[in-house]
C-alpha cells in the first residue's frame, strides 16, 4: 500500500492525501487536528483509493510538527499507522478600522438567537459523510475580485478580531451563486451574522458555505452539483455592502479556498512523498 501527503503545509492551507492499496479495503479513515475523518473507498484498476481533502485553521493551528493518524480497514480487520506534518507559518494581512459600535458588538437582546445560531452551524461544519462528491479544482462561485483574502485579521475599534476564515468576492446584489463542489445541502437559514446562508456537505469532512446572501435557492437535503446556482448575493446579515462571503470547512478546518479553484488533485500530489506502508491488520 502506498500513502501520499505533503511534509509540510502552511497554517490555512488544504492538502490532498491519497491511499493506494492492491489490497482490499472497506474503510479508510484519518485522524487529523482532533478530528476523525472518514474516506470513501473507490475501485480504479484492481485498485482500491481513497482520497482525503485536509487542511489547518488560521487563528487556531500552531506551528510545528502535528501528528497524522491514517486508520485501515478491511472487514473486521484494523491497521494504524502514525505519520507527522509540519505546519509552517504564513504571514497574513492584517486591517484596522473603526466602525460604529453598534456594527462592533452585537446587542445584549440578540445574544441568545447568536448562541442557538452558533449550535446550528457547528452542526452543520461538523457533517461527517464518507462518500466523496468534491473534485478539483472547485467552481468560482461568483467572478467578482476578492476583497478581502481570506487570514486577514482585522482590528475594530482598537480590539483584535479572529483572522478572516473565508474568502469575501466581489458581488452586486442579484449575482448569482455557483455551488463550488457537488453535494447534500445541510442547513440553510437567515443568521444574525452571516444572513441568509446555505451549507453543502461534499463528503469526507469537505463543508462549503455562502454567506450575506439575498436568496437562497436550494432547501436542505437537496442534492446539487458544482457549477449549480444556488442562489442570489446580497448585503443580509452583518454586512457593510453587498458581497459574497465563501468559507470552505475541511474536518472543522476553516481553510484558504483559494488554491483550489485552479489545482487538480494530481499537481496538489505533485511535492508529495510516497510511502509505502505493511498493514499489521489486528
Given at each position: 500500500?502506498?500513502?501520499?501527503?505533503?511534509?509540510?503545509?502552511?497554517?490555512g492551507k488544504p492538502f490532498v492525501l491519497?491511499?493506494?492499496?492492491?489490497?482490499?479495503?472497506?474503510?479508510?479513515?484519518?485522524?487529523?487536528?482532533?478530528?476523525?475523518?472518514?474516506?470513501?473507498?473507490?475501485?480504479?484498476?484492481?485498485?482500491?483509493i481513497a482520497l482525503g481533502l485536509l487542511?489547518?485553521?488560521?487563528?487556531?493551528?500552531?506551528?510545528?510538527?502535528?501528528?497524522?493518524?491514517?486508520?485501515?480497514?478491511?472487514?473486521?480487520?484494523?491497521?494504524?499507522?502514525?505519520?507527522?506534518?509540519?505546519?509552517?507559518?504564513?504571514?497574513?494581512?492584517?486591517?484596522?478600522?473603526?466602525?460604529?459600535?453598534?456594527?462592533?458588538?452585537?446587542?445584549?437582546?440578540?445574544?441568545?438567537?447568536?448562541?442557538?445560531?452558533?449550535?446550528?452551524?457547528?452542526?452543520?461544519?461538523?457533517?461527517?459523510?464518507?462518500?466523496?462528491?468534491?473534485?478539483?479544482?472547485?467552481?468560482?462561485?461568483?467572478?467578482?475580485?476578492?476583497?478581502?483574502?481570506?487570514?486577514?485579521?482585522?482590528?475594530?475599534?482598537?480590539?483584535?478580531?479572529?483572522?478572516?476564515?473565508?474568502?469575501?468576492?466581489?458581488?452586486?446584489?442579484?449575482?448569482?451563486?455557483?455551488?463550488?463542489?457537488?453535494?447534500?445541502?445541510?442547513?440553510?437559514?437567515?443568521?444574525?451574522?452571516?444572513?441568509?446562508?446555505?451549507?453543502?456537505?461534499?463528503?469526507?469532512?469537505?463543508?462549503?458555505?455562502?454567506?450575506?446572501?439575498d436568496t437562497a435557492d436550494v432547501k436542505?437535503?437537496?442534492?446539487?452539483?458544482?457549477?449549480?446556482?444556488?442562489?442570489?448575493?446580497?448585503?443580509?446579515?452583518?454586512?457593510?455592502?453587498?458581497?459574497?462571503?465563501?468559507?470552505?470547512?475541511?474536518?472543522?478546518?476553516?481553510?484558504?479556498?483559494?488554491?483550489?479553484?485552479?489545482?487538480?488533485?494530481?499537481?496538489?500530489?505533485?511535492?508529495?512523498?510516497?510511502?509505502?506502508?505493511?498493514?499489521?491488520?489486528?
Open positions: 500500500m502506498n500513502v501520499q501527503f505533503p511534509s509540510s503545509v502552511g497554517i491519497r491511499v493506494t492499496s492492491s489490497e482490499p479495503l472497506t474503510g479508510v479513515e484519518v485522524v487529523w487536528q482532533g478530528s476523525v475523518v472518514q474516506l470513501g473507498v473507490s475501485v480504479w484498476k484492481d485498485r482500491y487542511g489547518t485553521h488560521v487563528g487556531k493551528s500552531k506551528p510545528g510538527d502535528h501528528r497524522l493518524t491514517l486508520r485501515l480497514f478491511a472487514g473486521g480487520k484494523r491497521s494504524e499507522h502514525p505519520f507527522s506534518i509540519k505546519i509552517t507559518p504564513v504571514q497574513y494581512k492584517e486591517d484596522r478600522l473603526t466602525l460604529p459600535e453598534g456594527m462592533v458588538t452585537p446587542p445584549p437582546s440578540a445574544l441568545k438567537r447568536i448562541e442557538a445560531e452558533r449550535k446550528l452551524t457547528g452542526a452543520a461544519l461538523a457533517t461527517m459523510t464518507a462518500e466523496r462528491r468534491w473534485g478539483l479544482p472547485i467552481v468560482r462561485p461568483v467572478p467578482g475580485i476578492v476583497t478581502s483574502p481570506y487570514g486577514r485579521r482585522r482590528i475594530l475599534n482598537g480590539k483584535p478580531r479572529s483572522p478572516h476564515g473565508g474568502v469575501d468576492f466581489r458581488a452586486a446584489t442579484g449575482t448569482p451563486v455557483l455551488s463550488a463542489l457537488s453535494g447534500y445541502v445541510v442547513l440553510t437559514g437567515d443568521h444574525y451574522y452571516a444572513g441568509k446562508s446555505i451549507f453543502i456537505d461534499s463528503g469526507g469532512g469537505v463543508i462549503a458555505h455562502y454567506f450575506h446572501m436542505q437535503g437537496d442534492f446539487v452539483k458544482a457549477g449549480q446556482v444556488v442562489g442570489k448575493s446580497g448585503v443580509t446579515g452583518r454586512a457593510t455592502g453587498p458581497h459574497l462571503h465563501f468559507g470552505l470547512a475541511l474536518s472543522g478546518q476553516m481553510v484558504d479556498p483559494e488554491p483550489l479553484f485552479s489545482a487538480t488533485v494530481a499537481q496538489m500530489l505533485e511535492k508529495t512523498a510516497l510511502r509505502k506502508i505493511i498493514p499489521k491488520w489486528k
